[in-house]
Nanobody, 115 residues
Framework: VQLVESGGGLVETGGSLTLSCVAS????????MNWFRQAPGKERELVAR????????YYPDSLRGRFAISRDNAKNTVYLQLNSLKLEDTAVYYC?????????WGQGTQVTVSS
């Protein structure tokens, strides 16, 4: 199993970014996918989740409306659209999947929001 994130970078407050996570080594369409983030000195937190069924999405209340998760099973890719970015969104963003009760993580992509 391999998960490779990309799309991070430096953006000003109020800006947008689209993160991508390309998966390989498993049947992507059979599994839900998750995005997490970890800011310096803070615990890793769930940002968004998308199911394998009808692409239903879940977001924490604090992020609903600004972030959007989607997937393209033909490309084995899950996306995270980040909008109206705030300074506190600065973090390393990771994608994750659970397969047979084992968690797999990507290496992460850095998002830095500047004022």
């Amino acid at each position: 199993v391999q998960l490779v994130e990309s799309g991070g970078g430096l953006v000003e407050t109020g800006g947008s970014l689209t993160l991508s996570c390309v998966a390989s080594g498993f049947t992507f369409s059979r599994y839900g996918m998750n995005w997490f983030r970890q800011a310096p000195g803070k615990e890793r937190e769930l940002v968004a989740r998308i199911t394998k069924y009808n692409n239903a999405a879940y977001y924490p209340d604090s992020l609903r409306g600004r972030f959007a998760i989607s997937r393209d099973n033909a490309k084995n890719t899950v996306y995270l659209q980040l909008n109206s970015l705030k300074l506190e969104d600065t973090a390393v963003y990771y994608c994750k999947c659970n397969i047979n009760q084992e968690s797999f993580w990507g290496q992460g992509t850095q998002v830095t929001v500047s004022s």
